[in-house]
C-alpha cells in the first residue's frame, strides 16, 4: 500500500471493476471512527464542549471553537421556546459564564 502524507493514495485503491480495495474500506472505516471520537457535541453549552477554553478566549473565534460556536449558535436560537427553556434549566450557566444566555438572545 502506497502511503501519502495524510493517508493513502486513494487513485491506487480503486479496483479496475471501480470498486475500492479492502485496504482503502479498512482506512476510511478508521477516519471515519477518528472523526466520531474527536466530535464534539454542538448541542451542549460552550462550557461543556470545551471546558478548557475561557469565555472570553480567541479558541471560540479560530479553529474547533470557531466550528461550534457557529453549530452551537444555530441549533440554539433554531429551538422553540419551551426547548430553549429546559436547555437553560438543564445547564446553568456557571459563575465565569454569567450573563451568557443573555448574550446570545436566550434570555429566560
Known sequence: MKKQ???INVQDHILPDGSMSSELQIFLTDALAEIKANAVDHK????KAF?????YSMGWRMGPGEDYWHEFHDW?????????DEFVLAFPEPESWAG??????IVR
Open 100 to 105: 451568557f444566555y443573555d448574550t446570545i438572545g
Open 5 to 7: 502524507r495524510h493517508g
Open 76 to 84: 440554539i436560537l433554531s429551538l422553540d421556546r419551551p426547548e430553549v
Open 44 to 47: 451542549q453549552p460552550p462550557w
Open 51 to 55: 471546558p478548557g477554553c475561557e469565555r
